[in-house]
């Protein structure tokens, strides 16, 4: 092993030493899961302690570097103790890291069979012995394999899990685990409500900055291994030299964390470069530019991922805009890609102003292109037919595209769920959306299965999320929204991870593992996200938002310049009943499922009652499971919203005891705003929703303090905290 690479984790060591001195308190929520403070128990801190002496690395690459920084770092700080790491003599109770290629010590285990049904990604972690010395080993195919294995133990000690005859065996379900940006070039982050872009790209590339390293570290310990670094509502700079230049630097520091760069792309930018009077995909001059483009950009970033692209979409330009389809428009850049490896995610987030219902506008522009987009283009959909809803029925397109590579995209940020202000663990949510059977080849073909390729046997599989953290000093704003960071990661390497599981795994890392903090706080997290769809839009209701910032209610948003911009769009309520019919008397959304769920979605009588109202308008006094009325089930749902935020208020408050100080503070200020908005969702609501039912509250339930018109003023003067969109910064006096 070279001075070199013991030099790199010199340096590397440094900077943290440093960045802790820069701290001076470590529990502001900078480090997220990555905290390595040491194990509380100290019985099993000994027992640690006795079984890691040294950690032995043969390799001299910068993956193995960032791998042994990061355990030499992790374990250090869990067992309390300095561990040396070394390429010479082999002790006892030694880690040994590496792949056969790499290390000799590695190689002499004859682990070859077993790490080849792990891929690239995959590794093994488990206690053996080598020359008659017990050690515990961590091997993979790959230095990236190596890192994420490295991660896999130091969680087993965070969350304090034996050690004893280890044997784990991993590998992800997915290929592409990529995490999305909506950062815009002057730094303001579109849905984004925790501060400016991380990309300072006025320093770069000269400076870069260690957030980006622990960045990289964060992603990488949950198997994240792609990154889009701009808004998709894209602007066509990203593709110059300037910008590449700088987008290089980037790609350098994640490099060596397995994180590939890709960029959102402007369908326009032929045109915009003043290259082209025109952007037609099957232009042969289009093309060449194209191609010729795509190439500079792997001149910079050999390893680049690919792009994604929005297109036809909310006022973007695409293949549409020349009489061209989608198939066209991705296969175009597809060809320019595939000689340097790259991919296409093409999102499939459309809805034409000319539709009856938005509901349909994905499948119906999609489905008569399956099995015409080339083999490295993968079609990105959200989990729902419509835009991040708090629930949603699963998107008809998984079920449908048989022919087709696609990937999920779920949303992190909490655009429609109270921003940075409101605790809203989303593992529920990405757990039932990938659960979801969608009997597209008979019972069990959940979209998980289909993701990963099982159900229709395609080639390219993935999900991604929108994260859009930013400068904050704890990343996302409100400290919860990191548990959702960490359960996209957990369930994009493994679909079956249950939300509870990594809510646990959290809580474990990022604050504590006495059981006391862990049990009432992970309940809080799991009743969260329903708080949340309780307070808003039980039933199946949706979009019931103020226009545009998304934040507090406005059900009667109406004579906008789009319908399907409007909440009366979605929610239909009149004298007669509430709800969207979706059934073979209205929109006929339900024929786009298969035909067990298109029959069970269309039966008012057995509809999930979840989303009732997302298929079925409904009579005010429809009999519901319960034995209520609709509308007295509909008052009970948004009063239970707002008593889930009372409970959770009230197991927070008894835990000052198990937090820090800061955190605990900020948590319980964030709580109590995010009572005082239920009540008002709760309040609007219901007081806009009787006006049509007619009907009283039922008895037992707080009567709200203000009248509707209060609340219709409210929207249009209250402060919304979100930096990006006009409509927060439109806010009148009365």
């Given at each position: 092993m070279s001075r070199r690479f013991f030099t790199n984790l010199f340096i590397l060591w440094v900077f943290f030493l440093a960045g802790v001195a820069q701290v001076s308190n470590a529990e502001d929520g900078y480090d997220m899961w990555l905290r390595y403070q040491p194990v509380a128990d100290k019985t099993l801190r000994k027992t640690y302690q006795q079984q890691f002496n040294q950690i032995l690395v043969e390799g001299d690459t910068p993956g193995l570097s960032v791998a042994a920084a990061e355990l030499q770092r992790g374990l250090s700080g869990l067992l309390d103790k300095p561990i040396a790491i070394t390429n010479k003599k082999l002790f006892k109770q030694a880690l040994v890291v590496g792949t056969p290629a790499n290390s000799p010590l590695i190689a002499s285990l004859q682990l070859g069979d077993r790490l080849a049904a792990l891929g690239d990604e995959g590794y093994l972690i488990e206690q053996t012995r080598i020359n008659k010395r017990p050690v515990t080993v961590v091997a993979a195919n790959s230095?990236?394999?190596?890192?994420?294995?490295?991660?896999?133990?130091?969680?087993?000690?965070?969350?304090?899990?034996?050690?004893?005859?280890?044997?784990?065996?991993?590998?992800?379900?997915?290929?592409?685990?990529?995490?999305?940006?909506?950062?815009?070039?002057?730094?303001?982050?579109?849905?984004?409500?925790a501060g400016l872009s991380l990309w300072d790209w006025g320093t770069l590339p000269e400076h870069k900055s260690q957030r980006y390293v622990d960045y990289a570290r964060v992603n990488a310990s949950l198997g994240i291994n792609g990154t889009v670094l701009n808004n998709v509502n894209a602007d066509p700079r990203v593709l110059s030299d300037q910008f590449l230049q700088k987008i290089a630097a980037l790609a350098d520091v994640f490099r060596p964390y397995g994180i590939k760069v890709y960029l959102s792309i402007n369908y326009n930018s032929p045109r915009a470069f003043g290259d082209l009077?025109?952007?037609?995909?099957?232009?042969?001059?289009?093309?060449?530019?194209?191609?010729?483009?795509?190439?500079?950009?792997?001149?910079?970033?050999?390893?680049?991922?690919?792009?994604?692209?929005?297109?036809?979409?909310?006022?973007?330009?695409?293949?549409?805009?020349?009489?061209r389809n989608h198939a066209d428009g991705a296969n175009m850049l597809a060809a320019a890609l595939k000689p340097f490896g790259g991919v296409v995610f093409w999102r499939a987030f459309v809805y034409s102003p000319d539709i009856g219902d938005r509901f349909r506008g994905s499948y119906d522009e999609f489905k008569p292109l399956d099995g015409k987009f080339a083999d490295n283009v993968i079609l990105q959909v959200k989990n729902g037919p419509i835009d991040f809803q708090p629930r949603e029925p699963y998107s008809s397109l998984f079920s449908a595209m048989e022919k087709t590579n696609m990937m999920m995209e779920f949303q992190v940020t909490q655009e429609y769920f109270g921003f940075a202000t409101h605790l809203a663990y989303q593992g529920p949510l990405f757990e039932e959306s990938l659960r979801?059977?969608?009997?597209?080849?008979?019972?069990?073909?959940?979209?998980?299965?289909?993701?990963?390729?099982?159900v229709f046997n395609t080639k390219r599989t993935g999900m991604a999320a929108v994260i859009n953290p930013g400068t904050d000093r704890n990343w996302t704003g409100h400290p919860f929204v990191q548990s959702s960071w960490y359960a996209f990661g957990r369930m994009a390497w493994d679909h079956e991870i249950s939300a509870e599981s990594a809510a646990e795994e959290w809580l474990r890392m990022t604050f504590s593992n006495d059981k006391k903090f862990i049990k009432p706080v992970k309940n809080m997290m799991m009743i969260s996200r329903e708080a949340g769809v309780n307070y808003r839009s039980p039933l199946g209701l949706t979009h019931l938002y103020s226009q545009g910032d998304h934040y507090g209610p406005a059900p009667w948003t109406t004579n906008l310049e789009r319908p399907d911009w409007t909440a009366i769009y979605y929610h239909r309520a009149a004298k007669d009943g509430i709800g969207f019919d979706r059934t073979k008397t209205g929109s006929n959304a339900i024929a786009q499922y298969p035909a067990p769920l298109a029959e069970l979605y269309g039966d008012v009588n057995a509809v999930p009652e979840d989303f009732l109202l997302w298929f079925h308008h409904v009579s005010w006094d429809h009999k519901m499971k319960s034995g209520r009325s609709l509308w007295d089930e509909l008052v009970h749902k948004y009063y239970q919203g707002v008593e889930q935020v009372r409970s959770m208020q009230r197991d927070w408050d008894k835990l000052e005891a198990y937090?820090?100080?800061?955190?605990?503070?900020?948590?319980?200020?964030?709580?109590?705003?995010?009572?005082?908005?239920?009540?008002?969702?709760?309040?609007?609501?219901?007081?806009?929703?009787?006006?049509?039912?007619?009907?009283?509250?039922?008895?037992g339930y707080e009567k709200p303090k203000q009248d509707l018109d209060y609340y219709k003023t409210l929207a249009r003067t209250r402060y919304v905290p979100e930096p990006w969109h006009p409509a927060s910064s439109s806010r009148v006096l009365k």
């Open positions: 230095d990236v394999g190596v890192l994420y294995g490295s991660f896999h133990l130091l969680r087993l000690i965070q969350t304090q899990q034996s050690l004893d005859k280890i044997s784990i065996a991993s590998t992800p379900k997915l290929q592409h685990r990529v995490i999305n940006h909506w950062d815009n070039l002057n730094r303001v982050v579109e849905r984004g409500y009077d025109l952007a037609d995909p099957l232009d042969p001059r289009v093309q060449q530019w194209w191609k010729e483009r795509t190439k500079k950009v792997y001149e910079y970033i050999p390893d680049f991922g690919g792009y994604l692209v929005k297109a036809n979409s909310e006022g973007q330009p695409g293949p549409q805009d020349y009489g979801t059977d969608t009997y597209a080849k008979g019972e069990g073909s959940t979209i998980g299965d289909i993701l990963e390729g099982k937090v820090d100080a800061e955190r605990f503070a900020q948590v319980k200020a964030l709580l109590i705003v995010q009572e005082r908005d239920a009540v008002i969702w709760r309040d609007s609501c219901v007081l806009y929703f009787q006006t049509f039912s007619g009907k009283p509250i039922p008895a």
